[in-house]
């Protein structure tokens, strides 16, 4: 059984989580969440700031779909997008941050923001 911000074995296994969200049309459609593998994580990097293209990077979705959901359907999906990717997603950006650090001191902020504005 998972906890409200860990990831289970079973979604890790299978590569995420199936949810049912709703859409403004009043229809429902199944969404899998996936948890992303690590050469996904730089794209990740790049939409951190922009919610729905998270979304759609993370459902396998077009960016434009985010509009036909309903807010609460779209605000679950983001939600379970941070809860399932966000803790690898953060270790592997530390690990990122330190070797800049390392290489470049008191570069960091400037080299972690170029990563997420070259779309």
């Known amino acids: 059984m998972t906890t409200e911000n860990t990831v289970s074995k079973t979604e890790t296994l299978f590569g995420g989580t199936e949810l049912v969200v709703s859409l403004k049309d009043?229809?429902?459609?199944?969404?899998?969440?996936?948890?992303?593998?690590?050469?996904?994580?730089?794209?990740?990097?790049?939409?951190?700031?922009?919610?729905?293209?998270?979304?759609?990077?993370v459902c396998?979705?077009?960016?434009?779909?985010?509009?036909?959901?309903?807010?609460?359907?779209?605000?679950?999906?983001?939600?379970?997008?941070?809860?399932?990717?966000?803790?690898?997603?953060?270790?592997w950006l530390q690990r990122r941050i330190n070797r800049q650090q390392r290489i470049l001191p008191g570069t960091l902020p400037q080299s972690v923001l170029r990563t997420g504005a070259q779309k």
């Open 60 to 91: 396998n979705k077009k960016k434009e779909w985010c509009d036909s959901l309903q807010i609460e359907a779209f605000e679950l999906l983001v939600a379970e997008c941070e809860r399932i990717n966000m803790d690898f997603f953060g270790r």
């Open 26 to 57: 009043g229809t429902s459609e199944i969404v899998k969440v996936i948890q992303l593998p690590v050469s996904k994580f730089i794209d990740f990097a790049k939409v951190i700031d922009d919610e729905c293209e998270m979304v759609s990077l």
